[in-house]
């Protein structure tokens, strides 16, 4: 079993930053691969980013390419999302989810077993 985390969530204006960790703990972490999701107010769950076990392979969604930015510390348990020049279409609940890939990071949610409460991002003036 692998507890998931999210913390750093809160409210930014628009063109402004915010750095989203996830934090794991259970199991050993360079096993998994970390994705983020989001969900906005009624609309459906989407692919943010995702670091393989090993943080040698990254995904992004197109939306967020160029903006956001994942990375993981493996010796301190924690995946990280920098992002940048927010924009209010970024409001959503962020939630990280653990799947047992050590080269690989899954875009499909189906790929993750271990899921976290979520965090909630707000960009407005």
């Known amino acids: 079993q692998v507890r998931m985390v999210e913390s750093g969530g809160g409210l930014v204006q628009p063109g402004g930053s915010l750095r989203l960790s996830c934090a794991a703990s259970?199991?050993?972490?360079?096993?998994?691969?970390v994705g983020w999701f989001r969900r906005a107010p009624g609309k459906g769950r989407e692919f943010v980013a995702a670091i393989s076990g090993s943080g040698g392979s990254t995904s992004y969604a197109g939306s967020v390419k160029g903006r956001f930015t994942i990375s993981r510390e493996n010796a301190k348990n924690t995946v990280n999302l920098q992002m940048n020049s927010l924009t209010p279409e970024d409001t959503a609940v962020y939630s990280c989810?653990?799947?047992?890939?050590?080269?690989?990071?899954?875009?499909?949610?189906?790929?993750?077993?271990?899921w976290g409460q979520g965090t909630q991002v707000t960009v407005s003036s």
């Open positions: 259970g199991d050993t972490f360079s096993n998994y691969a």
């Open positions: 989810a653990g799947g047992l890939f050590r080269d690989y990071a899954p875009e499909s949610p189906e790929a993750y077993d271990y």
